[in-house]
């Protein structure tokens, strides 16, 4: 098991060393055409790594992370929801077209915050994994009404609504900057997680090659 960042940055080094290895069986092609008679007129075969795009299922491990591993702040997880919501609905913010449609999505918003984070700091983070998903699906119609009232589309449905609040709800919780910040990513352990605490995270790599140049103060590294 790694932290976040060692296992992000592992992935990049993984695709580097991938170009080096390819690098070096082009070098050697590269003298087998040399000297070679009839090969040597031939163009020599080499293949670059494009970008590269890796999607990542992992949960996180807050049993054994650190302290330092949660954020449980009402007000963030609030905020987060909010914006989850105005990016579903493409809201530059919640209108206020029916005050009374605002104020009661707006304090329904705050309860389930308030809630979920008293929640996790009484029970752990076990909260979030057995009740707080729950809790928001039997909320989400009464949003998905206030909202299409503030002029939001019908079109979008209450599952799009639940899945982009939820994930906020959970990335609100968590420090991506800790230390202690543990992932689960081997299959066998993820299969026994439940789908609603497993995050996915779209990393797109792309190559960027350095050689080797002569200058007044020696030798250098540029870009390709």
């Excluded at 795009?53 to 954020?71: H, V």
């Excluded at 963030?76 to 206020?96: D, E, G, L, V, W």
Aim: charged content about 25%; aromatic content about 8%.
């Amino acid at each position: 098991m790694a932290n976040l960042k060692d296992y992000i940055s592992g992935l990049v080094a993984s695709v580097a060393q991938a170009r080096c290895y390819a690098d070096v069986q082009s070098a050697e092609i590269a003298r087998r055409y040399k000297e070679d008679e009839i090969l040597s007129f031939y163009s020599i075969p080499r293949m670059r790594v494009g970008d590269v795009e890796i999607e990542l299922p992992y949960a996180l491990d807050y049993l054994n992370a650190k302290s330092d591993s949660l954020i449980l702040d009402e007000n963030r997880t609030y905020n987060a929801i909010r914006s989850a919501i105005c990016k579903t609905y493409s809201f530059a913010s919640i209108p206020m077209t029916d005050v009374q449609s605002y104020n009661l999505l707006n304090d329904d918003v705050k309860a389930y915050a308030t809630v979920t984070i008293i929640s996790v700091r009484d029970m752990g983070y076990a909260y979030m994994e057995e009740s707080a998903f729950s809790d928001l699906e039997s909320r989400i119609g009464k949003w998905q009404g206030y909202l299409v009232k503030l002029g939001g589309s019908e079109k979008i449905t209450s599952k799009e609504l639940l899945d982009n609040v939820w994930n906020a709800t959970l990335q609100s919780t968590q420090n991506t900057l800790s230390e202690g910040l543990e992932v689960i990513a081997e299959a066998d352990k993820l299969a026994a997680f439940d789908s609603r605490v497993i995050t996915r995270m779209k990393i797109k790599i792309h190559e960027d090659g350095l050689v080797w140049a002569s200058s007044a103060n020696g030798d250098i590294l540029v870009t390709e």
